[in-house]
């Protein structure tokens, strides 16, 4: 059987590959153009319109603001049953409803009349001190003129006094009349009171509203912690007055340290003539350089550190008694508080920094106190630190470990109720008293020490 082959397959002819057309750039047509151009129009017109929307409240609500500030509380409940009783006394046809709001609509008006109108006044607040000490007299006085052509209402007139107020009723003023009232400031604590500033106040009977009017700046009154009159410092108290010697040597100064041979340039009024007539040679003096006393007086403001608040008042009397010395002694004083730095570069302002003394439980103890002065005063000769019945002996060995060796130590501890003693304490010395009254016995015992 003869078996038929078939012919080899030629292979098809590669298709040419055909050439892909380019995309063409498809362009925006006419009313997409003109849609977008619209869009963008709309969101640029909007933007203005919420700007100026912005600001058109804004200038409502500056001006809204000062005509709803004499509206008391008082006054919104009325104005707010008001408006109820009337929108519900129309809608229901209530009667009795509708008299409720025409009364609280007549009464709203009533007191609009009380409050309307300028008042025109020229007041002058007057202390006759700034500066008293605790328990002292504080007086104020109050000038008031009337500079209007047309006389002016009864009003009431306000001064605050720290956080109270004091109020005087101001009668009916004919113009050029003055008023004057004289007040009293307590001064039973020691504080930073803050008097004014006076304002007018002119109110409808019932509270409804109250409108104020600022005449004048608020003035401080500092009330100074009580202090006691000290002698002059001891020598057993404070090292040197005149300064501490150091291993540093100078050319001038006043400790006398030994004799050199003369150099060209040395101050001819230090040349030791007798010794120089003795070797045959100039010599001049040399000296060991002295630096200043400085007193660091700190101060704990954390109530754990005390038994009571008058304590803390104590610690602070003896405080001021101690830096009012030293500074009269012309001696460096530092002040340090659990918190901050005082000024004591003079009394007046070592005592107005006491005024505004504060405790408070997140203040540094003792010993954090010691530490902080340590670091800041690393050269004071003398350390005294001021602390209440809350403090124990081995509290204050640590807080004297981190005071400046080269320094004499003095802790001040106020206990109510106790005895005054001088107690020797290592490198410090511990001094209880009860009062500020017992200081001046108190700084004689350590003096002699």
Known sequence: MTQVVPPPSVPAPEAEEQETPRERRRLPRPRQVVAGARERLRAAADSQLAHDARRTVARGVRAVVPVLAPVTWLGWVALGITVAALVVGVTLEWVELVVIAIAGGVLLAIAIGYVIGRTMYRIELDLAYTRVVVGERALGRIEIHSASSRPLMPATIEVPVGSAVASFHLPRMQPRDVHEDVFAIPTSRRAV??????????????????????????????????????????????????????????NSDIAFHALRDYVAGDDRRYIHWKSSARTGQLMVRQFEQTRRSVLALGLSTNPDDYGDPDELETAISVLGSLGLQAIRDEMDVVVRTSRRSLPATN?????????????????????????????????????????????????????????????????????????????????????????VTELPRVVRAVSEL
């Not at 106040?201 to 509270?207: E, H, W």
């Not at 004048?216 to 100074?224: G, I, K, S």
């Not at 954090?368 to 002996?393: F, K, N, T, Y």
């Open 347 to 435: 009394g007046k302002r070592l005592l107005d920094g006491l005024s505004g003394v504060a405790s408070s439980q997140r203040h540094d103890r003792l010993v954090g106190l010691a530490g902080e002065i340590g670091r800041e005063h690393p050269g004071a000769s003398v350390v005294m630190l001021h602390v209440g019945r809350g403090v124990d002996v081995a509290t204050v060995r640590r807080a004297t470990a981190l005071l400046p060796s080269q320094a004499r130590i003095l802790v001040f501890q106020a206990v109510t109720g106790t005895k005054a003693r001088v107690q020797p304490l290592g490198p410090a010395t511990l001094v209880q008293l009860p009062s």
């Open 193 to 250: 009171l803050q008097v004014g500033p006076v304002r007018s106040v002119k109110g409808d009977p019932l509270g409804l509203l109250r409108r104020q009017v600022r005449w004048t700046e608020p003035v401080e009154l500092f009330v100074h912690p009580r202090t006691v009159q000290l002698e002059e410092t001891a020598p057993g108290l404070i090292r040197d007055l005149e300064g501490i010697t150091t291993r540093d040597l100078t």
